[in-house]
């Protein structure tokens, strides 16, 4: 290995490994330069792997954050402003500011089902934000 190798001795022997089955079966051919593309490949493996479980990490954290959020406690849709209907799955920003425009427009939800009145709120959102909110 060269001396400026970043790349962790286990990936390298992973990918030696893969490269090694691939010339045995006659998939690459002879290369010069056969430990470089090796490391390089090494690199960008480890690398991938290495942003993969960050990302998945992250996109935990973030889904246990909101489900937090949203089971605190339950929203009032006649009361909540745009942020806080925001919490409601299956809301967005755009949702809940119809939500609130209908809101001011027609007068005060007087039952959850009232909601699929809101353009934009099918089945499937009042499916899943039934239990979370409450008018």
Do not use: C
Request: hydrophobic share 40%; aromatic share 10%.
């Amino acid at each position: 290995m060269k001396p400026n190798y970043k790349t962790s001795e286990f990936w390298f022997t992973v990918v030696s490994f893969i490269f090694s089955g691939l010339y045995l079966t006659g998939i690459i051919k002879d290369y010069d330069n056969k430990e470089e593309l090796i490391e390089t490949f090494a690199h960008a493996v480890e690398s991938i792997f290495l942003v993969g479980t960050q990302v998945l990490v992250l996109s935990k954290y973030i889904k246990a954050r909101n489900k937090e959020k949203t089971n605190f406690q339950k929203i009032n849709i006649n009361t909540a402003d745009e942020e806080e209907l925001t919490f409601i799955p299956g809301v967005g920003i755009e949702l809940a500011h119809k939500i609130v425009e209908h809101r001011e427009s027609n007068g005060l939800f007087s039952s959850i089902d009232e909601l699929d009145s809101v353009d934009g709120i099918g089945p499937r959102t009042m499916q899943i934000a039934a239990d979370r909110i409450k008018t």
